[in-house]
């Protein structure tokens, strides 16, 4: 209780320096403002994109899923194209029948990039042929108030019906006009709007709409927000001419499952295609696994931006602190005479430098606000990723302890000499 | 009247390079409560190095001192801390007011480092003490706005605060004008009436001519102790 009393007394009393001391007090601050500021804008930004690609990865079909596609034979092998007939429904038919890890295979046909013409409108996009699990594997979905996804009847009879990306649907359509049930015409061909996809938004982030579009989203989300998605039998049997699959989306249970997944998929298709590799397996993994690497070094480095800054500003700190004492070695001496005990001293001096470095440590916050939200501003003008940093508590509470720590740890040495002054000499300093 | 304290074979030595200065070499001295003494003699007598010992400020290299009745030769650092704020005042030469505070603060200073002192408690203690030295309508002034002999009583009202048993002056009169020099020497002997030792040390033989007793003092003995 009376040590708390007596830090109290302290806690005031370096306050009370630091207002006398106004334009050094400022200057001592200065590293520990920079060394705070760089340290919690940056960990701030860097935890924004760590957010953002975690949300890229989900849109992208999660951790889970598995990416088959379409492969040139190697060289030695090209002669023997003809064994196999490439991605077909079969290798579909033989991965559900054979691997029950994989709890969805979504086959794809892509017909191409091509021209939308509805009313007079038009829009390039892809057209891509599915089915009916096209949605578990890449994570959509269609509200019920926006119609339906393509059906397994819409398989069976190969009927001319067309889902559509929420983005397309708003170039195509005035606001006012409600998709459902229109009539688009794809090379030639007549396809009903049976469905819209669901809009994808960056979640808990600010999106940047694109072009001015209310809808729609923007940026890196407006390509998973385009496209248009037919029967897969249709684009196969209408305009492609052959049963090949451009590719395959297939998801796997549970996450952990996935590398094992991989095998039994490369060692089943390997089957189907009489051996030949005509066909690449990947993951989101790696693309994970990269980002993750990337991430380790950013927070390494920025980390050892920001320790040096704080480290600096410690020396700063110090530097003050011993300056400070030498122009008060007299009043350190009175202090002593009449009755300051070497911890009394070690106690006020320590406490300037807490004072310092608390006050160096909030301003640092604010520039670090200051620094974040140009950064955001200017990312937002080059790049209209539409997603922006934002920040965290408990970041800046990190952020203003280690300012803390910087400053107890720098006001150690010169409090202590504080403390272990001789009165006598300290009195006759001149 | 009773006694404060007794001295006995005080000695001081210091080790400079090689050679060995002894700047008390035997010092047998008695002091009564309420006494006003004068410590004469020419800079390197000892005068100095026998207030800051009897000041609780240094320790001497041999010998005994009984204050009030404790043997106290021997104290720790923040033993003899805890004396100096509680039963000895110091007056300076050149006053030691702290700028950056006000008259109020200094005054109330040594009682920043006793923990029996609430804020208003030290307050109402500093009020009382710069009433007793005629400068109770300076409270918020800062020392520099003050004539030296207004802060040599700032100074003397700090002194004596926490009513100490002594009350050591190190040449309290040497920056201050002719005029004011018989006032604070006049305001250090009212202090008697309180029961306060006031030991003045000075190298001048009319101040000293002030106090009741003067020990004279060179080569770091005693010469002479003559009470007038």
Redesign the interface.
Known sequence: M?LL?RIR?AVVNGF?ELQ?NKVRSLLSMSGIILGVASLVAMVTVVQGMVGNFRQFVDAMGGIEKITVEKQALPKEQEHLAELSEGLTMRDVEQIKATIPIVRYVSPEARVGFEKLVCEGREVYTMINGVTPDYLPVAKRWVDPTQGRFISDLDILHKTDVCVLGSSIANDLFPPNVDPLGKVIRVKGKRFTVIGLLNNIEAQGMEVRSAGGKGKGGGGMWRWRNSGVYIPISTATAKFNGNDRLSGLGLQVASGDDLNFAVEQVERTLLQTHNRLKDFSISTNEQTLEDFRKTETAFKLSLGGVAGISLFVGGIGIMNVMLASINERI??I????????????LFLQFLSEAAAISVLGGLIGLAVSMGIVWIMNYVLMQAVPTGVVAKFDWVIMLQGLSFSVVVGLVAGVYPAVRAANLD??EA?RHE | MGSLATIRGLRKTYVMGDETVHALAGVDLDFDRGEYVAILGPSGSGKSTLMHILGFMDTPTEGSILFEGEEVAGLGADRRAWYRSHRVGFVFQSFNLLPRLSVLENVALPLLYREDYSESAREEAAKVALERVGMSHRLTHRPTQLSGGERQRVAIARAIVARPAIVFADEPTGNLDVRNVDRILELLGSLLAEGITVVLVTHDLSVAAKAKRVISMRSGQVQEDRRQ
């Open positions: 009376r009393i007394a009370r006398a007299r009043e001496g009175v202090r002593k005479a009449v009755g300051a005990r070497g911890s009394d009165p006598i009195l």
